[in-house]
């Protein structure tokens, strides 16, 4: 299994509340997404980062920031948590940011009440 | 309009049984395409496949890519229960820095004894 790790597994919040979300890994791997997945929409890319503090945007990041302070760690917030949030979010890695295989960590499961 | 189009959308068949997944993608610069299966969490790296009419095998699973024709099959055989799972299909579009992975929305697969 890659060695990544995703906290929390499982959040419930309220509307409106800041939520971070944290993905660690231990393959000094470059490359860093962060995915949601709903029903009807399959896996969508949020942010995702090529480097220490060098991230870019994906297909639905609107209500999303990211951080990437250190090799190892990806921060995805939502600034203000709304319900159409909720949602199954993945964590992945490569090492190269094309014709690599990315790995998925465990995901983190969020409820938005 | 989706650019990876994965048939059909969920299959019901018994244990034994040999099943053929699709995925049909139109994309501009198509670099991979990417065979993942999903159980209750993460979804796990099958096979990935750059050239077209090389078969890529493991076990009882096979998938081949059609560049002409623009699709790809993943094949399984003597199904078992333990392969009900999620099956998707993702192409890579990446260049450089620029990361571009679209997956379809997946074929659910359940393998009844």
């Known amino acids: 299994d890659a060695g990544i790790t995703q906290s929390p597994r499982h959040k419930v919040t309220e509307t409106g509340t800041p939520v971070t979300l944290r993905c660690h890994q231990t393959e000094n791997h470059r490359y860093m997404y962060w995915y949601r997945q709903d029903p009807g929409h399959g896996l969508r890319l949020i942010h995702y980062?090529?480097?220490?503090?060098?991230?870019d945007k994906g297909e639905v990041s609107d209500g999303y920031s990211v951080s990437r302070s250190k090799t190892e760690d990806f921060l995805l917030t939502l600034e203000s948590a709304t319900s159409s949030q909720t949602s199954v979010y993945f964590c992945?890695?490569?090492?190269?940011?094309?014709?690599?295989?990315?790995?998925f960590g465990e995901g983190s499961w969020l409820t938005v009440v | 309009e989706d650019k990876v189009v994965q048939s059909p959308l969920s299959l019901v068949v018994h244990e034994g049984d040999t099943v053929t997944l699709n995925c049909s993608y139109e994309?501009?610069?198509?670099?991979?395409l990417l065979w993942y299966k999903q159980e209750k969490k993460a979804p796990t790296f099958l096979f990935m496949l750059t050239s077209s009419g090389i078969e890529k095998k493991s076990g009882r699973l096979s998938s081949i890519l059609d560049k002409k024709e623009l699709f790809s099959i993943l094949n399984i055989t003597a199904t078992q229960t333990g392969d009900s799972a999620i099956y998707l299909c993702a192409v890579d579009e990446s260049g450089g820095s620029n990361y571009k992975l679209t997956f379809g929305k997946g074929t659910l697969l359940t393998v009844n004894p």
């Open positions: 992945a890695i490569s090492s190269s940011g094309s014709g690599n295989t990315i790995y």
């Open positions: 980062s090529y480097g220490v503090k060098d991230t």
């Open positions: 994309v501009t610069n198509f670099r991979s």
